[in-house]
Each structure stands twice: as C-alpha cells, then as structure tokens.
C-alpha cells in the first residue's frame, strides 16, 4: 500500500475509530490519541495490509481499537499530558466534580470494559454485530448482507448482545 491509498484509508476509518474509541475510554481526546495509535500499527504493517475486502478491513479497524481502547483502560499508570484549548472546559468540569463520583465513574468504566471484553469472548459475532449497529451506527440492513444474517435476526443478536450486556454489568458490580 503506498502513501496514497494509506491516506485513502485513514480518511475512510478514522472516524470510525474515534467513534469506537469513544464509546470505551468516554472521551473525545483520549479516543483521537487511541486512533493515532491504532494508525501508527496499521502504518507500520501497510505493505502487508489485505485491502482487497471492505468488510474485513472494517472489522480489523473496529477490532484494533476496541483493544487499543481496552489497552488504554488497562494501563492507566501511563498519562498523556496533551492539552487543547477545548481541554479547558472538560477540565473545569472534572474539577467541580466530587471525588467519590469521579472514582464510581472510573469504576464503571473498568466494569464496562470487563462485560465487554467478556462478550467478545462468549460470543465473538454477537460482539461485532453490537459493535456495527450500536456502536458504530451502521444500518442492521448493511450488517445483515456483511454477515450474511437476515435484518431480524441482526436484530435479535444486537437485543440478545444489549441484555447480556446488561446482566453481566448486574454481576461484575455485585462482585
């Protein structure tokens, strides 16, 4: 792939990365800095990039950052001081907010993570369909023809995937 088909495909997946990005780290700068990273692996591996298969090149970048997301979450000994002008607000914010709702918040978010990351392993394609239509907002119609499902049974996995979720968020919080 050269430089101009990489660029091609940054601008195609970029903001799906940072939607995906979003909804696991629950903010829109640490999401960009989570896309950066999730670009600079698909930079370094270019050349051996299948680009041949929209729909798989698709799943690779939701795939990427959803662990680059988990990753971020994971280490949270490691802070990245970058700071915007649109920073200011988000951190007048934070400050005004007690400690106790910033640590339940920070909690939630790890349970969070976990339920998902669960799913992802009880039922791999459950976890890419949620990810497609809700996350992503991707049309049930468009992942019915990727998966080859019919509308109503993308449906049903994206409502099956949703209360499952809601459940094993129950079970993480009474642990």
Known sequence: MNSEEFKAFY????DVSVKVASAIVQSRFTAEDVTQEVFMYFYGIRERLDVSCEARLHALV???TTNKGRDYLRK????REVMYDNDVAELQYRTTESAEAALLGMEKRQYLSMAFENLHRKNPVNYMIF???VMEGVSTEEVAREFGYTRNNV????LRARNWLLEELERLEKE
Do not use: H, L, T
């Open 11 to 14: 601008d195609r997946y970029y």
């Open 76 to 79: 949270s000994y490691v802070k």
């Open 62 to 64: 939701v795939w990427k």
């Open 131 to 133: 990810m497609r239509v």
């Open 155 to 158: 449906n049903n996995r994206v």
